[in-house]
């Protein structure tokens, strides 16, 4: 995809390959089709955001990344920064902060637009009914990243390795 700021990034084969076979199986329906290409925009931007939150920040404390490699679920850095606990937490936290800011954003566009249901936005273990419902495509889009970026923080938190809790944890112990 390019060179940003000096780093190289790559999409992975099976983010294409994983996007191709979700469409396979959606029913030949327009509207979930529209909603499904909207899915996937979101999804990519929202990784992609959040591996250059990481980068970003290991660059800010002195670091280095050689690239970023945008997957099917989630990206992946190797950035090189002085091993000091704090600046492992900072690169660590720059991720999730990144999903947590686009979540208040569209949930800050969707109480301007008069949506009145964020709170079942929130719920990351169900897809929310309402997600494709008839409407403008800027609303869906809306909901699609409230959703999708609140989901990929909180999974982001899981203190476990190759989550970005797992090096969280491991700073702060």
């Known amino acids: 995809m390019g060179r940003w700021w000096g780093v190289a990034v790559y999409l992975h084969v099976f983010f294409v390959a994983s996007a191709l076979l979700a469409f396979a199986f959606l029913r030949p329906d327009p509207e979930l089709l529209v909603a499904g290409l909207m899915m996937v925009a979101v999804l990519l931007i929202s990784v992609t955001l959040h591996e250059v939150g990481h980068s970003l920040a ?21 950035p ?53 419902e008839p409407g403008t495509r800027g609303i869906v889009a809306a909901k699609l990243t409230l959703w999708l970026n609140w989901t990929l923080m909180l999974l982001n938190l899981l203190p476990a390795y190759p989550f970005d809790g797992g090096p969280i944890l491991r700073a702060m112990l």
């Not at 670091?63 to 992946?76: E, R, S």
């Not at 800050?108 to 964020?118: F, I, Q, S």
């Open 58 to 78: 290991a660059i800010r404390v002195g670091g280095k990344v050689d690239a970023i490699v945008l997957g099917p679920v989630g990206g992946l850095i190797s």
């Open 80 to 132: 090189r920064v002085p091993d000091e606990p704090e600046i492992h937490l900072f690169v660590a936290l720059a991720g999730p902060i990144v999903h947590l800011l686009l979540a208040v954003a569209a949930a800050a566009v969707l109480a301007g637009a008069g949506n009145k249901e964020l709170i079942g936005l929130l719920n990351p273990l169900t897809t929310p009914q309402d997600l494709i």
